[in-house]
């Protein structure tokens, strides 16, 4: 990941730390904004039916509470000319027995009241209860909980903007090391790497024969090397990925076989190339590409025993798209297996002793940073067949 990508990472994780703390501070502010109104209004009415009943126990021999209206057969109180839709008659079928009570609320002329209708032996009273302060208690404290609200979240936002700074600069300061070393690794290796390299050119000129062939592949291996170093020197000091090119695949492919022929060879498995004699040209970076060919190659070389075979498959399945496959005879793996190989570090039970390792995860990365898919598929003791599918530099 270059410099600028981890960046615009961390930031993304202090921000998304940010919010959440501030979700999380909202939501108990909301709670708790929400058991104080509903503790409320149960108190508002809890009060409202016990002046009720007391109003309708005192009669209307007594002046009623504020807000309060009650109707008897005998009369009204408090005096004077009642609310307008006061009473109402029919709520009297619904206590038709002495000591019969209903309470409900209901609005009469664009105000909420409580209702009590008492049959009182055999007496039926009905008394209103406004609710006008209570609603205007509730809009307070609503708009006071909105306050808070508000309040909370700023204080939320910033707290947790503090907060998600001092979690990351750990990650932070661990990436700027591991950018460091990067760096400083590949600064010093670069120059003993260039004088290899040099050597092993002249060494080249002067041999004949298979010796000759032999350092060939030592100058292309080198090279190669080479080239990782300076990619890895030019993420870690500029931060910057190359920019994708034409690359043809199947020239990489032949390379990559060629460079693993002598180790095949001593192993006594035979490595070959299947393919027409066409381009097979994808758009990608070519030290990439040639790193997860000689992954793949290393793997299969470790999990085929002697007399084995390996082939590198190259195809085109559509106008899109170029395939490469590597088969081997192998020692294969369960059909269970197929996606948790490409897990960082995953453990495994077969090949040459190896249990943990990153090869694959990285190919994978590679691959899908490439726009690509990479799949396996294989049998315990029948083989495994990587395949590995990119987009074509010039699709039809």
Same mark, same amino acid.
């Given at each position: 990941?270059?410099?600028?990508?981890?960046?615009?990472?961390?930031?993304?994780?202090?921000?998304?730390?940010?919010?959440?703390?501030?979700?999380?501070?909202?939501?108990?502010?909301?709670?708790?904004?929400?058991?104080?109104?509903?503790?409320?209004?149960?108190?508002?009415?809890?009060?409202?039916?016990?002046?009720?009943?007391?109003?309708?126990?005192?009669?209307?021999?007594?002046?009623?509470?504020?807000?309060?209206?009650?109707?008897?057969?005998?009369?009204?109180?408090?005096?004077?000319?009642?609310?307008?839709?006061?009473?109402?008659?029919?709520?009297?079928?619904?206590?038709?027995?002495?000591?019969?009570?209903?309470?409900?609320?209901?609005?009469?002329?664009?105000?909420?009241?409580?209702?009590?209708?008492?049959?009182?032996?055999?007496?039926?009273?009905?008394?209103?209860?406004?609710?006008?302060?209570?609603?205007?208690?509730?809009?307070?404290?609503?708009?006071?909980?909105?306050?808070?609200?508000?309040?909370?979240?700023?204080?939320?936002?910033?707290?947790?903007?503090?907060?998600?700074?001092?979690?990351?600069?750990?990650?932070?300061?661990?990436?700027?090391?591991?950018?460091?070393?990067?760096?400083?690794?590949?600064?010093?290796?670069?120059?003993?790497?260039?004088?290899?390299?040099?050597?092993?050119?002249?060494?080249?000129?002067?041999?004949?024969?298979?010796?000759?062939?032999?350092?060939?592949?030592?100058?292309?291996?080198?090279?190669?090397?080479?080239?990782?170093?300076?990619?890895?020197?030019?993420?870690?000091?500029?931060?910057?990925?190359?920019?994708?090119?034409?690359?043809?695949?199947?020239?990489?492919?032949?390379?990559?076989? +060629? /460079?693993? #022929?002598? @180790?095949?060879? !001593?192993?006594?498995? $035979?490595?070959?190339?299947?393919?027409? *004699? &066409?381009p097979y040209v994808v758009?990608?970076?070519?030290?990439?590409?040639?790193?997860?060919?000689?992954?793949?190659?290393?793997?299969?070389?470790?999990?085929?025993?002697?007399?084995?075979?390996?082939?590198?498959?190259l195809g085109v399945p559509?106008?899109?798209?170029?395939?490469?496959?590597?088969?081997?005879?192998?020692?294969?793996?369960? +059909? /269970?297996? #197929?996606? @948790?190989?490409? !897990?960082?570090?995953? $453990?495994?039970?077969?090949?040459?002793? *190896? &249990?943990?390792?990153?090869?694959?995860?990285?190919?994978?990365?590679?691959?899908?940073?490439?726009?690509?898919?990479?799949?396996?598929?294989?049998?315990?003791?029948?083989?495994?067949?990587?395949?590995?599918?990119?987009?074509?530099?010039?699709?039809?």
């Amino acid at each position: 990941m270059s410099s600028d990508s981890e960046e615009r990472a961390l930031r993304r994780a202090r921000w998304a730390i940010t919010a959440q703390i501030a979700v999380v501070v909202s939501l108990l502010v909301a709670v708790a904004g929400a058991i104080a109104y509903g503790m409320l209004l149960s108190g508002q009415h809890a009060d409202a039916d016990r002046t009720l009943a007391r109003t309708i126990q005192l009669g209307p021999s007594t002046t009623p509470p504020g807000c309060v209206w009650l109707f008897t057969p005998a009369g009204h109180a408090p005096a004077g000319p009642p609310r307008a839709g006061m009473p109402l008659p029919a709520l009297d079928a619904m206590v038709p027995s002495p000591g019969d009570v209903h309470t409900e609320r209901r609005s009469i002329g664009g105000m909420t009241y409580t209702i009590r209708v008492e049959n009182h032996g055999g007496v039926v009273s009905q008394a209103f209860f406004e609710e006008l302060y209570q609603i205007q208690d509730r809009s307070s404290l609503v708009f006071g909980l909105g306050v808070a609200e508000v309040l909370a979240l700023l204080a939320a936002l910033g707290c947790g903007r503090v907060l998600a700074g001092r979690a990351i600069r750990p990650l932070a300061d661990a990436l700027r090391r591991q950018r460091t070393f990067v760096a400083d690794a590949s600064h010093e290796l670069r120059a003993p790497l260039t004088r290899l390299h040099t050597r092993a050119q002249l060494l080249a000129r002067r041999a004949s024969g298979r010796d000759a062939e032999d350092l060939d592949h030592l100058v292309r291996g080198t090279r190669e090397l080479g080239e990782v170093v300076e990619d890895l020197l030019l993420s870690a000091q500029a931060g910057d990925r190359p920019e994708f090119e034409p690359v043809e695949l199947g020239v990489l492919a032949e390379e990559a076989v +060629a /460079a693993e #022929a002598v @180790r095949a060879g !001593e192993g006594r498995i $035979r490595l070959a190339v299947t393919r027409e *004699r &066409r381009p097979y040209v994808v758009q990608g970076i070519p030290t990439a590409l040639r790193r997860v060919l000689s992954a793949l190659l290393d793997n299969a070389l470790g999990h085929t025993p002697p007399g084995g075979s390996i082939e590198v498959w190259l195809g085109v399945p559509d106008d899109r798209h170029v395939e490469l496959r590597v088969r081997d005879t192998g020692v294969g793996f369960p +059909a /269970a297996d #197929a996606d @948790r190989l490409f !897990e960082r570090f995953a $453990r495994g039970s077969d090949g040459d002793g *190896r &249990r943990f390792g990153l090869g694959l995860a990285l190919v994978r990365e590679v691959v899908t940073g490439h726009g690509g898919t990479i799949a396996a598929a294989g049998r315990p003791g029948a083989g495994a067949t990587f395949t590995l599918r990119l987009l074509r530099a010039d699709p039809v």
